[in-house]
């Protein structure tokens, strides 16, 4: 940004002011190849035979009639200039209708036309026409206006001169760029005056986006190098060059040397450095119309109200803060008499530390204290309200009084809202950048919870002010800074649901401002990229809040302003693509069926006896399932969480006319829901709040993953859905899962408490160890497990659900359950090895280390890849119903538990077939002795009957998935999923005569009085599950082992 200086001569001031502009047509080939704007001055054309071409293209003068000295530069003052201007328009595509219509709106506005607070336009007139044929080329004049003598000299006449007045038409184009003058207020001819200088000062602005800072540089150096003035032309010369202004992608302006930003500026936008001496070098916005920095040598002072006498007490304002904190002593009555020690003490306290503490501070004091522990109740009555001095004070209170009268903080060091006591309410200030306050209160587990958030970014919140004295020809600038300023500000804006609020209601005002405004393809492209920002995934629990407010829809105003501004869009045809939102805007064949297909996702067609109209705009939201609630007649009040869901795009339909019969095929977008309804979005229902209707829509089939509707009316379109399970049936589910958990878990609390009671005693040999060592861990995770599936489907039961905590409930749950299955792989692994790996020997240690890195290691290394690939994408877990699980519809997420569990059952089921082999051909009483083989039976049984149970049961749980309409599935699945805590009870610990032994006392001789004999193992082949037993007979082994014997 740069100023120039600029001397020109001065000419008499014109006698009125006026717009003028040169519009070239022609019906055949318009040929206007640009658009080009200058300033002149307003003068007339004598009516005489010839008139003198005025040769100054550019002047301003005061109204007064004062000049300018020669050779003086002056600024630009607060007085009134007159400036005509002329503008060339190109209209090469534009129909000859359309053209009619612009001279016709010209005539028609009401002037002045308020363009900013210091700039007007007081008459607009179109003066000539320029067309081609292929005979001739002509430029006519429009009434009132006429070619001056010498153009129709030098380019030749196409009328007659009647009468001695020049007569409108041209027979080319000037070159020189003067077209018609007026013809009214003729006046004689006259020498023209001597010149005068006059000096004006110009900003420019300069876009160095792409630019280096090491040109910028150069042209900084360039610039200040040059020798002035620099000649224009004859009449004109720049005096001077100086950058004044530097922007930055950031939102912020600073000042070059010697210029500063004015006063006002500073408190308009926000200062990011000191205000001083009225100004500041940088300021946190944009001016969108300006001015830039000044030199620091014009500025003016603020201005300060003149002094007046302070106002009495009684009439400042007052603000009574009703005020209290808790202290752990014992109540007594006696407390609130005014004479008690105590009760004078905490009042002169609070009057003292208060009025110590804040500004505006008028009186204090202590209204009573009530039992409930103590609670003292007090007044402050101050003028001025600072929740950061309230904060002070009150740790004061408690720093002061605190040990004297047990005055404990439960909540501390909160960065936000610092202090507080269970149960207290905390006002707090919003961020810097940000507009409003917080309040929070305080919890029994020491953490703040946030009631309401109020704050707005300043720059949202600047751009609302802006937008409430919006005019039409500020819109473009206007919504190319709020497309720009919700694109930086994307995942701030969409976190808060006040900053939504905000840009919703500056949405409001530009369709306000479009009523009057036609919109193109450009604008129309900037508002839909900043109403994308608003639909997206991040936005989903700001809207919640939001939709939760039953007197307010800022949903419904959202879309509100889609569609009004679809009502002013300019003529033209033109598709406008972005990442959330598309818009076509196309002709209707009036002669055949017209089929629309948006995105491969919507279907609308149209027959051709129903296309009355000429264009049709269609409108596909993406995602504006985010944002409407999913609420109508029989779900208002509970549109957050109400049992429909929008299962298709939802897709907005404008036409120039009238319809009745229109069809619309919608994708289904959650297969795992049925009884679609179609619906539109009604504005009017529910007293205005809006919601989803049927009237005048019918469902005509579902299949295949598509829905197709008709209707008889245009609007806002979409389908809803809901789960194909009744609500009573899945209420019973819910109670079948969560008491069949309980059960499983307390079964697991058993199974380790008999493991731990008879430890000692089974685990004589390494066999023995591993075998309980496994068991264990299988059953802790479990239990782990399923103690954060209760947590998950508390957090999935809460209105507000905290996608944080049940992220971190699914990722724990995912780990325990492949924790589950990893161990039983490791027992499936142990058995193979001992019975196929007959002399080989593996120490415990080894078999620990690798039992546990198998165990744990390989199902964290999963569970973190999973959450790593799919959390940065939000897709990690559901969010279609709510639960606390691992994603399948969008990144199947899921697929990382299935495969690995589903995966290890198969290695189980080989395993157990393989040793299965093994024992009918050798015998597992060959090799082990009686106490190892006692644990590789255990070993075995379990594994035959829990692999194919836990696979079974997570096999259903797919199917629940692939299926979910299937009632079937969920009942056995809910069924099975709560007996695996029992079956590890029964088959891994009650079903071992060793730990019933040990649990009764009861033990088998030890191994060190048997004899070894050849002869007993001939006795006892094949699988060696029973032994026939007499007293003073044993069984031994035919091999020793080095391993130590004992019970197992």
């Not at 009468?163 to 038409?169: E, H």
């Not at 026939?1028 to 082992?1041: E, G």
Request: charged share 15%.
């Amino acid at each position: 940004m740069h100023s120039t200086e600029m001397s020109l001569p001065q000419k008499p001031n014109p006698s009125e002011s006026e717009y003028s502009g040169k519009l070239a047509r022609d019906t055949q080939k318009p040929f206007c190849p640009s658009l080009r704007s200058q300033f002149r001055e307003s003068e007339s054309l004598e009516k005489q035979d010839c008139l003198e071409t005025p040769n100054v293209t550019s002047e301003e003068s005061p109204t007064d009639g004062s000049q300018v000295p020669s050779g003086e530069k002056r600024e630009v003052t607060a007085t009134l200039i007159e400036k005509v201007g002329e503008v060339e328009l190109d209209v090469y595509n534009i129909p000859l209708e359309d053209i009619h219509y612009l001279k016709f709106h010209v005539k028609s506005v009401t002037y002045p036309i308020l363009i900013s607070s210091v700039l007007n336009v007081t008459d607009i007139n179109i003066t000539t026409e320029c067309s081609s044929d292929p005979s001739a080329f002509r430029c006519k004049c429009e009434d009132q206006y006429s070619w001056s003598c010498d153009q129709c000299s030098s380019y030749g006449s196409c009328d007659e001169i009647v009468d001695g007045k020049i007569r409108g038409c041209l027979n080319n184009y000037p070159s020189d760029g003067k077209f018609c003058q007026p013809i009214t207020n003729p006046s004689p001819t006259t020498t023209a005056e001597p010149s005068t200088t006059y000096g004006e000062i110009i900003e420019i602005e300069l876009d160095m986006t792409d630019i280096s800072a090491t040109l910028i540089d150069v042209l900084r150096a360039s610039v200040s190098g040059l020798t002035y003035p620099v000649l224009i032309s004859n009449v004109l010369s720049v005096t001077e060059v100086n950058f004044t202004t530097a922007c930055y992608p950031n939102n912020t302006c600073r000042c070059e040397d010697q210029y500063s930003w004015s006063c006002d500026q500073c408190l308009s936008y926000g200062s990011c450095d000191n205000i001083t001496d009225d100004s500041c070098g940088c300021i946190k916005a944009i001016p969108p119309y300006g001015p830039f920095c000044q030199p620091i040598t014009n500025l003016t002072a603020c201005p300060t109200p003149s002094p007046t006498p302070a106002l009495p007490a009684e009439e400042e304002t007052k603000n009574t803060l009703n005020l209290q904190f808790t202290m752990a002593i014992t109540f007594d009555s006696n407390f609130n008499d005014e004479n008690n020690a105590m009760f004078k003490d905490i009042d002169q306290t609070i009057k003292v530390i208060y009025k110590r503490n804040m500004r505006g501070f008028i009186s204090a004091k202590l209204n009573r204290l009530k039992s409930g522990s103590v609670i003292a109740d007090f007044t402050v009555i101050t003028t001025i309200v600072d929740n950061v001095e309230i904060a002070k004070a009150k740790e004061d209170i408690v720093s002061t009084l605190g040990e004297k009268y047990k005055i404990r903080f439960t909540c501390l060091n909160n960065t936000i809202f610092r202090s507080g006591q269970v149960n207290e309410i905390v006002v707090a200030d919003c961020k810097l950048d940000e507009v409003g306050q917080k309040t929070a209160i305080c919890q029994e587990n020491g953490h703040f919870s946030v009631r309401e958030n109020n704050c707005v970014l300043k720059e949202i919140e600047n751009l609302f002010f802006l937008s409430q004295a919006l005019v039409g020809t500020g819109l473009p600038v206007f919504l190319e800074r709020l497309r720009n300023s919700t694109f930086n500000l994307l995942d701030r804006i969409v976190a808060s649901p006040a900053t939504i609020s905000t840009v919703v209601n500056i949405l409001k005002n530009v369709a306000n401002v479009s009523r009057s405004t036609p919109i193109n393809k450009p604008l129309m492209k900037n508002f839909l990229e900043t109403a994308g920002v608003l639909t997206s995934k991040g936005a989903k629990a700001s809207w919640d809040v939001l939709n939760s407010n039953l007197t307010k829809s800022e949903s419904s105003a959202f879309l509100g302003t889609v569609e009004t501004l679809s009502n002013f869009l300019t003529d033209d045809f033109f598709d406008i693509e972005t990442s959330r939102i598309i818009l076509n805007k196309t002709t209707v064949n009036n002669s055949i069926n017209n089929l629309f297909n948006l995105n491969s996702s919507v279907l609308i067609e149209i027959p051709a006896s129903e296309a009355s109209f000429n264009s049709i705009t269609i409108i596909t939201f993406d995602s504006l399932d985010n944002v409407l609630p999913a609420r109508n007649s029989s779900s208002l009040n509970n549109s957050v969480n109400s049992v429909n869901t929008i299962n298709g795009k939802v897709v907005l339909v404008k036409v120039n006319g009238t319809i009745k019969n229109v069809t619309f095929s919608f994708d289904v977008l959650n297969k795992a829901l049925a009884n679609p309804q179609c619906v539109f979005w009604n504005f009017n229902l529910f007293d205005g709040l809006g919601g989803w209707d049927d009237k005048g829509c019918e469902l005509q089939s579902e299949k295949n993953g598509t829905v197709t509707c008709h209707c008889n009316h245009l609007t806002s379109f979409s389908i809803l859905m809901s789960p194909s399970i009744p609500a009573v049936l899945r209420v019973a589910l819910e109670f079948i899962t969560h008491i069949g958990v309980g059960i499983s878990m307390g079964c697991l609390v058993v199974c380790l408490i008999i493991e731990m009671l008879v430890w000692n005693a089974v685990t004589g040999n390494n066999t023995s160890y591993m075998r309980h060592v496994s068991i264990v861990n299988i059953a802790v995770s479990l239990l782990i497990a399923d103690i954060w599936f209760i947590i998950g489907a508390a957090i999935s039961d809460n209105e507000k659900k905290d996608l944080p905590a049940c992220s971190t409930a699914t990722f724990f749950i995912h780990f325990f359950y492949l924790a589950l299955f990893f161990w039983m792989l490791v027992s499936g692994l142990l058995l193979l090895y001992w019975t196929v790996m007959v002399f080989s020997h593996m120490s415990k240690p080894a078999m620990l280390a690798i039992s546990f890195s198998l165990g744990y290691g390989a199902p964290l290394i999963i569970a973190v890849i999973t959450i790593a690939v799919t959390a940065p994408g939000k897709q990690y877990i559901r969010d279609n119903d709510g639960v606390c699980w691992l994603n399948w519809t969008e990144s199947k997420a899921l697929l990382a538990f299935v495969i690995p569990a589903l995966t290890i059952v198969v290695i189980n089921l080989l395993i157990l077939i393989v040793v299965l082999f093994k024992m009918l051909r050798r015998g597992v009483g060959d090799v082990t002795q009686s106490d190892e083989r006692n644990a590789l039976v255990v070993i075995a049984r379990c594994l035959a009957i829990l692999t194919p149970f836990f696979g079974t049961t997570w096999g259903l749980g797919v199917g629940t998935m692939t299926t979910p309409n299937n009632l079937g599935i969920h009942i056995v699945f809910a069924i099975f999923n709560s007996l695996q805590g029992l079956f590890i009870l029964v088959f891994g610990t009650l079903l071992d005569k060793k730990i019933w032994e040990a649990l009764t006392g009861r033990s088998q001789v030890s191994s060190n009085r048997t004899k070894t004999t050849s002869a007993a193992t001939s006795s006892s082949g094949g699988l060696g599950f029973f032994r026939l037993r007499r007293r003073n007979v044993f069984n031994v082994s035919a091999a020793p082992t080095s391993s130590p014997t004992g019970a197992s």
